[in-house]
């Protein structure tokens, strides 16, 4: 058989046995979200491309490289031409969508959060995917380092609560537009000298935005970016004010944290507080959670100067960390019982059977497949009945059937009139506590 078509490089299929598992990870982050006090925001999954190339920044590897963007006509007669670019990230949109919905004039802080997919166009490999999923936070208002504390210690409990061990959270500071003036200088003369040997992306990047070159890609001008200057020697006195309250707060709450200065994220909008949050357990893309302090952004794209902060966690790499650390799931549910039948009658009967149990909110099957009863029970066997029974002319004319446990074997025997849908419900309750069958 050959099919006509593939699944694109860099995406993932989550098939049923897998996607349970995404269950668990977006199910634990609306409540830990929500125990935080933030409310789910959703946006579209494209946006006007100006509104990533002025947030994300147009000299990052994502708005230079990675954006997948359409030019759409916009009007019936096409003669205005749009751009448009797939979200690689969630930032800009929540911004976007908070101030065109007027929510920042309600009372501060405002607090939101979102479980979306995201699009870069990247080299795929393990844990870097062209279609990934973000679970993110954005809090609008406060210039507070508690607030910087209070995010922070938002996405370790969520990191807890998944049953994760081991990720290191590393923070830093890049500065203010002041601080960084002075940064950028010290970048220049120190990338100037060895000029020749960076990229030619990373040389365009030299003159507007120098700090662009300590997180390019390429193997070279990686290594050339080991001996830069570091911002944390360059912070003017309120950002370093500010990053010593964000880590008094931090170990008043007990969250262990490492000063990493060569954190400085891949985009552009980041100001004071940057973090990460990084696992050793699946190879070379280790950081599953990344953020930080935004306070220029809001005005940057045209709302009132507002500080802002938050992060984005991606979900492909918080599961494998998971399987690798053989983390619990939310397990799926279980079918409660399947009803074999033998013969049209019996079919019947199965079929509203079926219909007023799973009325009651259980989970039960019957044979679709008109399968012989023994290929019937092998598959209710396969999908891990907890208990089956058998219809035939003999069930049907005493009005009595045999409710097999599947696991243990035992039988019951009970009345198949109006009182079937309680006795069932009863001998579920006692099978949870371990009763009579
Ligand atoms: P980011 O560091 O670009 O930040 O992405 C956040 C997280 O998304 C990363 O730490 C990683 O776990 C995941 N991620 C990014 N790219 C990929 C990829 N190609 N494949 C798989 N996972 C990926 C942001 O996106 C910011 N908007 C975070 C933020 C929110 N900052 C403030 N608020």
């Known amino acids: 058989m050959a099919l006509i078509a593939q699944r694109p490089k860099g995406t993932l299929d989550a098939v049923p046995a897998e996607a349970y598992k995404w269950n668990t990870v977006e199910s634990i982050a609306r409540e830990t979200a929500e125990l935080y006090g933030f409310k789910e925001i959703r946006t579209p999954m494209f946006e006007q491309t100006n509104l990533f190339e002025r947030s994300v920044g147009d000299t990052t590897d994502v708005v230079q ?22 979200r690689p990230e969630g930032t800009a949109g929540a911004a976007r969508a908070v101030l065109e919905n007027g929510i920042l004039n309600e009372a501060l802080p405002q607090k939101v959060y979102y ?77 100037e000298s060895k000029k020749s040997d960076l990229c030619e992306t990373c040389l365009g990047r030299l003159e507007k935005n120098p700090m662009r070159i300590l997180d ?39 969250i262990d944290f490492t000063i990493n200065p060569k954190i400085v994220r891949g985009l552009d909008y980041y100001t004071k507080t940057v973090f990460e949050f990084i696992t050793t357990d699946i190879g070379a893309q280790g950081t599953v959670c990344g953020g930080g ?16 902060l938050g992060f984005a966690m991606g979900l492909e790499r918080l599961i494998l960390t998971m399987d690798s650390q053989g983390c619990d799931y939310i397990q799926p549910r279980k079918c409660n019982l399947f009803i074999a039948s033998m013969g049209n009658m019996a079919l019947a009967k199965a079929v509203t059977l079926t219909k007023a149990l799973r009325d009651e909110g259980f989970w039960v099957e019957y044979d679709v497949m008109g399968r012989g009863l023994k290929a019937q029970m092998k598959y209710a066997d396969k999908i891990n009945a907890e208990f089956s029974m058998v219809l035939g002319d003999n ?11 599947m696991k243990t074997g035992e039988q019951i025997e009970i009345a198949l009139d109006e009182s079937f849908i309680d006795q069932f419900s009863n001998i579920q309750i006692s099978n949870m506590f371990g009763g009579i069958l």
């Open 293 to 308: 302090r935004y306070d220029g952004l809001i005005e940057e794209i045209g709302g009132p100067k507002t500080p802002a």
């Open 65 to 86: 490289k990675e954006m997948y963007t359409v030019t759409a006509k916009t009007s019936q007669r096409g003669e205005k031409e749009n751009s448009f670019t797939l």
């Open 115 to 191: 479980i979306i997919s995201c699009f870069r166009h990247e080299k795929q490999q393990k844990g870097r995917y062209r279609e990934f999923h973000q679970f993110g936070v954005e809090m609008y208002g406060s210039s507070s380092p508690c607030a910087d504390a209070d995010v922070i210690a938002l996405a370790q409990s969520y990191i807890d609560r998944l049953g994760l061990k081991g990720i290191e959270l590393c923070i830093n500071s890049i500065g203010c537009p002041t601080c960084r003036a002075k940064y950028h200088e010290a970048l220049r003369a120190y990338f």
């Open 395 to 405: 069930e049907l004319e005493t009005n009595k059937v045999n409710l097999k446990n």
């Open 216 to 254: 390019c890609k390429s193997p070279v001008c990686s290594e050339i970016a080991k001996d830069a200057p570091v911002i944390l020697d360059f912070l003017c006195e309120e950002c370093s004010t500010h990053f010593e309250a964000l880590k008094a707060n931090l170990t008043a709450m007990e």
